[in-house]
């Protein structure tokens, strides 16, 4: 067994895998990162995406990129009642994202990224409120943690 594991071992630390984030705070993933600017995002959706955006790159002196973003946030009900009444609603989010290099204009990626939550309606208007605001700040972040992700991949030099 022990053999096993070792061989394993030995596999992986041969086939080039290794970490996204390694050399943390001074590694290649987080200076590009920290080189992202992300331009405004209108509505209540945009504000709560850029600020889990921002959190996330921790710009750092000047930008190398800036991040445009456009969102797509959808309500549908989903189970009806015989009085037509909604009992279940699905929240989606959508981004279409292009991260721009600042020194020659050029659209470095050109992406999407999107989830989406389910929320029971009940008969309490204010609790459905507060549930379908609760979704989108979920997704917000999710949608967050996507773009950086691929930002990540697309922009870190390959060894």
Same mark, same amino acid.
Not at 16 to 36: H, I, W
Not at 71 to 88: Q, V, Y
Not at 93 to 105: C, E, K
């Given at each position: 067994?022990?053999?096993?594991?070792?061989?394993?071992?030995?596999?992986?630390?041969?086939?080039?895998?290794?970490?996204?984030?390694?050399?943390?705070?001074?590694?290649?993933?987080?200076?590009?990162?920290?080189?992202?600017?992300?331009?405004?995002?209108?509505?209540?959706?945009?504000?709560?995406?850029?600020?889990?955006?921002?959190?996330?790159?921790?710009?750092?002196?000047?930008?190398?990129?800036?991040?445009?973003?456009?969102?797509?946030? /959808?309500? =549908?009900?989903?189970?009806?009642?015989?009085? %037509?009444?909604? #009992?279940? @609603?699905?929240? &989606?989010?959508? +981004?279409?994202?292009?991260?721009?290099?600042?020194?020659?204009?050029?659209?470095?990626? /050109?992406? =999407?990224?999107?989830?989406?939550?389910?929320? %029971?309606?009940? #008969?309490? @208007?204010?609790? &459905?409120?507060? +549930?379908?605001?609760?979704?989108?700040?979920?997704?917000?972040?999710?949608?967050?943690?996507?773009?950086?992700?691929?930002?990540?991949?697309?922009?870190?030099?390959?060894?």
């Amino acid at each position: 067994m022990r053999a096993a594991v070792l061989a394993l071992g030995l596999l992986l630390a041969g086939c080039g895998l290794r970490p996204l984030y390694g050399g943390g705070e001074s590694g290649a993933v987080r200076q590009t990162l920290s080189g992202v600017e992300v331009a405004p995002i209108t509505g209540q959706n945009g504000w709560l995406v850029a600020n889990a955006l921002r959190d996330r790159l921790r710009q750092e002196g000047p930008a190398r990129y800036r991040l445009e973003i456009r969102l797509d946030d /959808d309500i =549908t009900g989903l189970g009806i009642r015989r009085d %037509d009444s909604i #009992t279940r @609603e699905r929240r &989606t989010l959508r +981004a279409r994202y292009q991260l721009v290099d600042l020194s020659n204009g050029q659209v470095r990626l /050109d992406a =999407t990224a999107g989830s989406d939550a389910g929320i %029971d309606v009940v #008969t309490s @208007e204010y609790a &459905t409120i507060a +549930a379908e605001r609760s979704a989108l700040e979920r997704l917000s972040l999710i949608v967050a943690d996507q773009i950086v992700t691929r930002i990540a991949l697309t922009t870190t030099p390959r060894p």
